[in-house]
C-alpha cells in the first residue's frame, strides 16, 4: 500500500521516500509495525478472549498432568494476534502487485481459517475433539493443492515444476505434473509440524521466528539476480517481496512472544499454529528451498518424526519408544522443567537456523 503510494506518485519528486524502493528498508519497516501492532492489540484482544472463552483452552485429559493445573484457563486463538499483525504489516509495506506476496499471504489465512474452525469447535465442545482429522487434511491438501500450482504459474519456465538441492549448485530435479503435490506435501507438511510443536509457552514461536528470519534472508537474495549469481543460487525473480512477509513474520512473532512467554497469557492454538506452518511452507517453495526448510525447521521435523514413530511402533508392538510423543512432552515426562525444555530447543532452532545459512555458501 505504502510503496504502491510513495514509490508510483511521490518517489521521483521526494528524495526520502526513494527509501520505499528499498526492500531492506520496508522489510524493516514491517518488522517494526507488526511488533508495535501486536503490543498495541495483545492486552486488548486477550480480554476479549477471556470474556468469551470462560474457561480457556480446553486440556488434554491424557497429556502431563501439571498441565490440568498450571495451564488451566489460559485462553487460545492468540494466533489471531499474529494473523492481524502479519497481513496488516504486509499488506502496508509489500508491493501489492507481487503475486508471490498474494499467493503466500492467502495460503496463510487459509490455514488459519482451518485452525480458527478447529479451535472454535473444541471451545463450543469443551473438549479437545474438533474438526475431524480427515476434514481437517482434506482443506489443508486443497489448500496447498491450489497454492502450489499458483506459485508454480509465477516462476520462471524452467524453474517452475523443479525442486532445487542445497550443497549443490546446479542439480535440479524436474518433477513435472508432480510438483504441485510435492509442494502440497511441504505446506501441509510444515503446517502440521508447527501444530505439534506448539505445547509449551513459547515453544514454537520462537522456531518459527528463527525460520522467518532466515527466510527473510533467503528471500532477498533468491529474488535479487546479482545476489543469487554470485552465491550461486537459483534466482526466482520477485520473490525478493517474500523477505517482507518475513520480517513482518518476525516482528509478529516477537510480539505474540510477549504474551506468550512463561506463564502464558494466551496460546495461539490451531489458529496460530497452523497458518505458521502453512507460511513457512508457502515462503519454502516460492524460493525453491523446500529442503533447506527441512534444515531450517529441523526442531519441527523431529516433533512430527516422533509422533509418527511412536504411533507407527505401539500400533506394531503395543509399546512406546517415548514416554509421550510429541518429543517434547517425552521430555515433560522425565521431570524436565518447562523452562528448560523450551530454552533447550530454542538452541536447537538457533542451531539448525545457522546450518540452513550455511547451505547458502557451502555449494
Given at each position: 500500500?505504502?510503496?504502491?503510494?510513495?514509490?508510483?506518485?511521490?518517489?521521483?519528486?521526494?528524495?526520502?521516500?526513494?527509501?520505499?524502493?528499498?526492500?531492506?528498508?520496508?522489510?524493516?519497516?514491517?518488522?517494526?509495525?507488526?511488533?508495535?501492532?501486536?503490543?498495541?492489540?495483545?492486552?486488548?484482544?486477550?480480554?476479549?478472549?477471556?470474556?468469551?472463552?470462560?474457561?480457556?483452552?480446553?486440556?488434554?485429559?491424557?497429556?502431563?498432568?501439571?498441565?490440568?493445573?498450571?495451564?488451566?484457563?489460559t485462553p487460545t486463538m492468540g494466533g489471531v494476534l499474529i494473523l492481524v499483525s502479519l497481513l496488516g504489516s504486509t499488506l502496508l509495506w509489500a508491493d501489492l502487485t507481487n503475486g508471490f506476496v498474494w499467493a503466500v499471504m492467502t495460503i496463510t489465512?487459509?490455514?488459519?481459517?482451518?485452525?480458527?474452525?478447529?479451535?472454535?469447535?473444541?471451545?463450543?465442545?469443551?473438549?479437545?475433539?474438533?474438526?475431524?482429522?480427515?476434514?481437517?487434511?482434506?482443506?489443508?491438501?486443497?489448500?496447498?493443492?491450489?497454492?502450489?500450482?499458483?506459485?508454480?504459474?509465477?516462476?520462471?519456465?524452467?524453474?517452475?515444476?523443479?525442486?532445487?538441492?542445497?550443497?549443490?549448485?546446479?542439480?535440479?530435479?524436474?518433477?513435472?505434473?508432480?510438483?504441485?503435490v510435492f509442494a502440497m506435501i511441504t505446506i501441509t507438511g510444515f503446517g502440521n509440524a508447527v501444530n505439534f510443536t506448539d505445547g509449551l509457552?513459547?515453544?514454537?514461536?520462537?522456531?518459527?521466528?528463527?525460520?522467518?528470519?532466515?527466510?527473510?534472508?533467503?528471500?532477498?537474495?533468491?529474488?535479487?539476480?546479482?545476489?543469487?549469481?554470485?552465491?550461486?543460487?537459483?534466482?526466482?525473480?520477485?520473490?525478493?517481496?517474500?523477505?517482507?512477509?518475513?520480517?513482518?513474520?518476525?516482528?509478529?512473532?516477537?510480539?505474540?512472544?510477549?504474551?506468550?512467554?512463561?506463564?502464558?497469557?494466551?496460546?495461539?492454538?490451531?489458529?496460530?499454529?497452523?497458518?505458521?506452518?502453512?507460511?513457512?511452507?508457502?515462503?519454502?517453495?516460492?524460493?525453491?528451498?523446500?529442503?533447506?526448510?527441512?534444515?531450517?525447521?529441523?526442531?519441527?521435523?523431529?516433533?512430527?518424526?516422533?509422533?509418527?514413530?511412536?504411533?507407527?511402533?505401539?500400533?506394531?508392538?503395543?509399546?512406546?519408544?517415548?514416554?509421550?510423543?510429541?518429543?517434547?512432552?517425552?521430555?515433560?515426562?522425565?521431570?524436565?522443567?518447562?523452562?528448560?525444555?523450551?530454552?533447550?530447543?530454542?538452541?536447537?532452532?538457533?542451531?539448525?537456523?545457522?546450518?540452513?545459512?550455511?547451505?547458502?555458501?557451502?555449494?
Open positions: 500500500m505504502l510503496y504502491d503510494l510513495f514509490q508510483r506518485h511521490a518517489a521521483g519528486h521526494v528524495s526520502v521516500l526513494n527509501l520505499f524502493h528499498y526492500i531492506t528498508f520496508r522489510a524493516g519497516a514491517a518488522c517494526l509495525t507488526a511488533l508495535v501492532l501486536s503490543l498495541m492489540l495483545g492486552n486488548p484482544l486477550i480480554a476479549r478472549l477471556r470474556r468469551i472463552q470462560r474457561g480457556g483452552q480446553p486440556i488434554r485429559a491424557l497429556g502431563p498432568e501439571r498441565h490440568i493445573v498450571e495451564k488451566a484457563g489465512l487459509a490455514f488459519g481459517a482451518v485452525g480458527f474452525a478447529d479451535d472454535y469447535l473444541k471451545l463450543s465442545r469443551r473438549n479437545t475433539d474438533g474438526v475431524s482429522m480427515r476434514m481437517r487434511l482434506g482443506c489443508e491438501f486443497a489448500v496447498s493443492l491450489l497454492g502450489g500450482i499458483w506459485i508454480e504459474s509465477l516462476m520462471p519456465p524452467d524453474l517452475a515444476n523443479h525442486l532445487a538441492f542445497p550443497f549443490v549448485k546446479d542439480l535440479l530435479l524436474p518433477l513435472g505434473y508432480a510438483f504441485p509457552d513459547g515453544l514454537a514461536i520462537v522456531p518459527v521466528t528463527i525460520a522467518a528470519l532466515v527466510f527473510a534472508l533467503i528471500s532477498y537474495l533468491v529474488g535479487n539476480h546479482i545476489f543469487a549469481d554470485y552465491l550461486q543460487l537459483h534466482a526466482v525473480p520477485g520473490t525478493g517481496e517474500l523477505g517482507i512477509f518475513c520480517s513482518a513474520l518476525v516482528g509478529a512473532g516477537l510480539g505474540f512472544l510477549w504474551f506468550n512467554a512463561p506463564p502464558a497469557a494466551v496460546f495461539m492454538g490451531d489458529t496460530g499454529s497452523l497458518a505458521l506452518g502453512g507460511a513457512l511452507g508457502a515462503v519454502a517453495v516460492s524460493v525453491k528451498h523446500e529442503l533447506v526448510l527441512c534444515i531450517v525447521g529441523g526442531l519441527f521435523v523431529i516433533e512430527t518424526l516422533s509422533v509418527i514413530i511412536q504411533v507407527f511402533w505401539y500400533k506394531r508392538t503395543g509399546r512406546r519408544v517415548f514416554l509421550m510423543a510429541p518429543l517434547h512432552h517425552h521430555f515433560e515426562k522425565k521431570g524436565w522443567p518447562e523452562s528448560k525444555i523450551v530454552i533447550r530447543f530454542w538452541i536447537v532452532s538457533i542451531v539448525l537456523g545457522l546450518c540452513g545459512l550455511a547451505t547458502l555458501k557451502l555449494r
